[in-house]
């Protein structure tokens, strides 16, 4: 079982910077594939980034990618993104979510992929 608590939202202009943090609980985290994803106002949730346990191997959504860095400690049990050059379309609710490397069959920009989410935090870019 893992629990995620999301924090580090707000409001930001346009071409300023945000860091999200996501904390795990429980002994699985260091063995968890992570991912963030967001979801605007009448839009469905999607894919931002994710990292591998080891945090070797990395993916983004095109969308982000160049400007949104994915990281983690597994010491601390923390998964963290910062955002660069944010945009009023980075606009959203940002969500950490987990799966155990024993269940992950690939997809990691799939919402079905995942086992665990947080409760999510705000980002808001204005132009």
């Known amino acids: 079982q893992v629990q995620l608590v999301e924090s580090g939202g707000g409001l930001v202009q346009a071409g300023g910077s945000l860091r999200v943090s996501c904390a795990a609980s429980?002994?699985?985290?260091?063995?968890?594939?992570m991912g963030w994803f967001r979801q605007a106002p009448g839009k469905e949730r999607e894919f931002v980034a994710a990292i591998t346990r080891s945090g070797i191997t990395i993916y983004y959504a095109d969308s982000v990618k160049g400007r949104f860095t994915i990281s983690r400690d597994n010491a601390r049990n923390t998964v963290d993104l910062q955002m660069n050059s944010l945009k009023p379309e980075d606009t959203a609710v940002y969500y950490c979510?987990?799966?155990?490397?024993?269940?992950?069959?690939?997809?990691?920009?799939?919402?079905?992929?995942?086992?665990?989410w947080g409760q999510g935090t705000q980002v808001t870019v204005s132009s």
């Open positions: 429980g002994r699985t985290f260091s063995s968890s594939f």
């Open positions: 979510a987990a799966v155990s490397v024993f269940k992950y069959s690939g997809s990691y920009s799939s919402v079905r992929e995942y086992e665990y």
